[in-house]
């Protein structure tokens, strides 16, 4: 059973369009999380929510829009997408607290040409 | 901002050697966590230690923490080519707004 899924898994677009990326967690968790990787690898929070609830929002644009149906599902919308935005975002979950490791899915690559 | 560096940025070694990778980090934390990334998947949580542990041990993994120079180190012994992947350290902020701060990652290569 896939713990933390995300679909697409890969993402071809052109500049201004707008996409979703869906994330699932089958773990119970009340935390779930959306990350950027970018080409370096280097992998930086861009949201958390906490049973439906924004708690971290990193200074990203408001391009982008997360939005957590249910403390199972976090999902990611994207508007007038940039070359910049390429990269590959990773979902995460967790229970909530300070010392609880993350659960990360597979990762959507996203590429904007 | 960056909180974690990860040296050294890439690592080869053989078969059967000892790997070790060391993490600054710059203000205080709760918790550092090292995840394993292999090529074109996601983050896989290996260890976590607390700030007020020095050691921890699992399997074939061995973390220290130093608070007092802000710096930890993961060794894995016995290394195989499985091992081979990115290695991340990932530090845990304190309060309700719990956050993850990863370094860039050390590439471990492992030669058969």
């Known amino acids: 059973d896939t713990a933390v899924s995300q679909t697409p898994k890969y993402l071809v677009t052109q500049m201004g369009n707008d996409k979703s990326i869906k994330c699932e967690q089958n773990l119970g968790h009340d935390t779930m999380y959306w990350y950027k990787q970018d080409s370096k690898k280097f992998l930086k929070i861009m949201f958390s929510?906490?049973?439906?609830?924004?708690?971290i929002n990193e200074t990203v644009p408001n391009r982008f829009s997360p939005k957590s149906p249910d403390k199972a599902h976090l999902n990611l919308h994207i508007n007038s997408l940039e070359l910049g935005d390429s990269a590959v975002y990773f979902c995460?979950?967790?229970?909530?607290?300070?010392?609880?490791?993350?659960?990360f899915g597979p990762g959507t690559r996203l590429t904007v040409t | 901002s960056q909180q974690g560096e990860e040296d050294p940025q890439a690592l080869s070694i053989q078969e059967g050697e000892n790997a070790t990778m060391n993490c600054s980090y710059k203000?205080?934390?709760?918790?550092l966590q090292w995840y394993r990334q292999n090529s074109g998947r996601g983050l896989v949580h290996l260890i976590l230690i607390r700030s007020n542990e020095r050691e921890k041990h699992s399997g074939r993994l061995r973390v220290t923490l130093d608070t007092s120079k802000k710096s930890s180190s993961l060794l894995i012994t016995a290394s195989r080519a499985a091992d081979t992947a990115s290695y991340f350290c990932a530090t845990g902020s304190r309060g309700s707004n719990y956050k993850l701060t990863f370094g860039k990652g050390t590439l471990l290569t492992v030669n058969p």
């Open positions: 929510y906490n049973n439906k609830e924004l708690i």
């Open positions: 995460a979950s967790s229970q909530l607290g300070d010392s609880y490791e993350q659960y």
């Open positions: 203000t205080s934390i709760n918790n």
